[in-house]
């Protein structure tokens, strides 16, 4: 009832006004906890893309050089060690939220803030007048064109961050994304693109994978990045850039990365053998075909890479017919299920995925309507080829649980399983209920049921 009325408050509400309201709620905050984003230096984060896993590496580089540091992101917030909760499906707080996490790591003696600054956030004023003494750009696709509309409309919502940067402060842009880099320089202009540090994957050398980390030099001085996926190089160089505009030498980062514990739910590691067992957040096309490249690294012999994702539901339409096709293209086998469905239907979603996959060459090999189904279903995993595709249509929490059972079924010695979409997240939203998941969680059932036990 709650979310109807929200969802009927903005249709006969102008997003002008709305505006102005979180303007005014941001100003109520900041009046009432003492304008604390003026007694810390701010650092803000945004891209389609890396977003929380560059806001995670500022953090840590930060705070391993010994800077009092905090974070607001997509994951959690931290002051310091202390961890506080945000809600779910956020990345930037609402206003009034906001001034009172930054007040909190005021009186934690925060010194830095990293914020994680999504294009809603920012074109919905969700930041007030908050200014950063450096921002980070780590790229610009296409993604929320359900809100945005176009790229352009959207690469603008990202362009305020720039603009809500000092006069003196700094802008670190991904050179490697040139459509991006383009736009950027000349939307904003010489004022601001003068004022830009870039950064590019194609100023490393000696790029390597060993042992889980990805080995590269920059400049003189070697790093090496305890994580998997070669885009993360990217999201390291610009952690890099930001702490050496704030004073810390490379070297003292090169330490630090070493150290970095990555985070939950981006290409986290669940099991290893037989086969390999990874949960990602990818949820836009983009991030899926840098997650599957990255999975297909890692698949053995002949080895199959078996993904598990859907798409949400009251968002871009577009992504879905996409992400089907980028599933069949960079995966072997792929198992649609559900992400968020919401008040939509979720067979007619993932409708769509199929036609994107269908047109990649996937063969539809079954499609489960109920939990009985599944559990009727007899499987022979040696018949399994590559191109086939399986389809979860259940509207429940138990559809995403039977759907990666059901890869874990599948599976053998030298696959790998990747699920994607949920990531940290910790529920899955039917209609408008969010109900308690974690595809970790699904991931320990799915071992358990099949007697594994080397869940790490």
């Given amino acids: 009832m709650k979310n109807s009325l929200v969802m009927f408050l903005k249709l006969v509400i102008p997003e002008s006004l709305r505006k102005q309201w979180r303007y005014f709620l941001s100003f109520l905050g900041a009046v009432r906890y003492g304008f604390p984003a ?35 992101s997509t994951v959690g917030a931290k002051a310091g060690k202390k ?48 200014e950063f003494e450096v921002s980070v750009f780590t790229n ?31 802008i670190i842009v991904n050179r490697e994304d040139k459509e991006m880099y383009k736009f950027l320089s000349d939307y904003l202009g010489d004022t601001y693109s003068d004022r830009f540090i870039t950064y590019s994957f194609n100023e490393i050398l000696n790029i390597s994978e060993s042992g889980g980390y990805i080995n590269f030099r920059l400049d003189d ?30 070297k003292e980062s090169s330490k630090a990365l070493k150290t970095f514990p990555g985070i939950k739910g981006r290409m986290q590691i669940m099991q290893r053998e037989p086969f390999f067992v990874i949960v990602d957040f990818a949820h836009n096309n983009d991030s899926l075909i840098k997650s599957l490249q990255s999975a297909n690294k890692l ?47 979720l067979k007619e979603i993932n409708d769509q995925i199929i036609k994107g996959a269908e047109k990649s060459g996937a063969n539809l090999i079954q ?59 910790q529920s899955l939203c039917f209609g408008e209920t969010e109900y308690p998941f974690t595809d970790q969680e699904a991931v ?13």
Wanted: hydrophobic share 40%; proline share 2%.
């Fill in 38 to 72: 003026r007694k810390l230096k701010l650092i803000g984060v945004t891209g389609t893309s890396g977003k929380s896993t560059t806001t995670a590496m500022i953090y840590h580089l930060l705070s391993e050089s010994g800077l009092e540091v905090g974070m607001i």
């Fill in 83 to 130: 961890v506080l909760e945000t809600g779910l499906h956020v990345t930037t707080p609402d206003p009034y939220e906001l001034q009172k996490i930054l007040a909190f790591m005021v009186k934690r003696k925060m010194e830095y803030v990293v914020i994680e600054a999504s294009s809603h956030a920012l074109a919905q004023g969700r930041l007030g007048k908050i």
């Fill in 140 to 170: 610009i696709k296409k993604d929320h064109l359900d809100w945005h509309k176009t790229w352009e409309n959207y690469a603008k919502s990202k362009a305020i961050l720039a603009k809500k940067t000092k006069p003196d402060g700094k």
């Fill in 221 to 250: 001085t070697n790093f090496s990045l305890p994580m998997l996926g070669m885009y993360n190089v990217e999201n390291a160089l610009a952690a890099i850039n930001v702490a050496q505009v704030l004073g810390i030498d490379p």
């Fill in 299 to 345: 698949k053995s012999g002949l080895g199959k890479v078996i993904t598990v994702f859907g798409s949400a539901g009251l968002r871009d339409v577009q992504k879905r017919y996409e992400m089907g096709e980028t599933g069949t293209k960079y995966a072997d086998v792929v198992i649609v299920t559900a992400e968020d469905p919401r008040v939509e239907s």
């Fill in 367 to 425: 499609r489960f309507k109920d939990h009985e189904e599944f559990e009727n279903y007899k499987v022979d995993k040696q018949k399994v080829n590559r191109g086939d595709l399986f389809v979860f249509d259940q509207e429940d929490v138990q559809n995403r649980y039977d759907a990666i059972e059901f890869a874990f079924k599948i599976a053998n010695e030298g696959d790998v399983i990747i699920t994607e979409g949920k990531g940290h997240e």
């Fill in 444 to 456: 320990r059932r799915a071992i358990s049921a099949l007697g594994l036990d080397k869940a790490e």
